[in-house]
């Protein structure tokens, strides 16, 4: 069990330019969920999967925002013309998929910062 | 809209003192909770879990916390902490209302030992 792996671990970018993160779950996990977790805070849900079906997207994913999990195995998040407000550690979890008792496993996060 | 308070934003204590972070929550329908803590530069792991059954659950690392459903609380303690606890610890809940598998975090407490 090699856990969720997020890459890159850390990325700098400048304001409108896109970036796009890469999230690889536990195998055989069927739900992947995506975070951002500001400077001191908690995390917030951004979106989750079942399988390659986006099921459920919060507010926070404004139209710049879209992710994707074509196969049902990894997931990418992508942020167009990003902006300040962007900067944050984005977390990506992943769980088995079989009911709600179940534990969300985390990644160690992409820390985005936009200058 | 359901929430997650954690009242202490910072708990300062000396090695080998007992702790207790503190978590209240807010919603209208049944939850289950739990506590993750998170360490520098790391993802978010899961310490304990309440789902139903008994009020107290033991954890990880020598943590339990006890379900208050009349007080909407859950807070976490540890009877002795050592140097190794140091970290941030978030309090969540997945609400039980029309398959919503995602989590509400609080805004996290950073615990701090002192030698």
């Known amino acids: 069990d090699t856990g969720v792996s997020q890459n890159p671990r850390h990325k700098i970018t400048k304001r409108g330019q896109n970036v796009t993160f890469r999230c690889d779950p536990i195998s055989e996990h069927n739900r992947l969920y995506w975070y951002r977790q500001t400077l001191g805070q908690g995390p917030e849900f951004l979106t989750y999967f079942q399988n390659e079906a986006q099921l459920e997207k919060s507010r926070l994913l404004s139209d710049r925002f879209s992710a994707e999990r074509p196969k049902g195995s990894f997931s990418t998040l992508e942020i167009q013309r990003t902006e300040q407000g962007d900067s944050a550690m984005y977390l990506c979890?992943?769980?088995?998929?079989?009911?709600?008792?179940?534990?969300?496993?985390f990644g160690p996060g992409t820390r985005l910062l936009v200058l | 809209a359901q929430s997650v308070t954690q009242l202490d934003s910072q708990v300062p204590v000396f090695e080998e003192a007992p702790v207790e972070l503190r978590c209240n929550y807010s919603s209208s329908v049944s939850v289950y909770l739990f506590w993750y803590v998170q360490y520098p530069n790391q993802g978010l792991q899961l310490l304990l879990k309440y789902l139903s059954g008994s009020t107290l659950v033991k954890g990880i690392n020598g943590f339990e916390a006890e379900f208050n459903k009349s007080q909407t609380s859950f807070h976490l303690r540890k009877p002795s902490v050592h140097i190794s606890d140091t970290a941030e610890y978030f309090c969540a809940v997945r609400i039980l209302n029309q398959g919503a598998q995602k989590l509400v975090f609080g805004q996290g407490t950073r615990l701090t030992i002192n030698p």
């Open positions: 979890a992943s769980s088995p998929g079989q009911g709600s008792r179940e534990t969300q496993y």
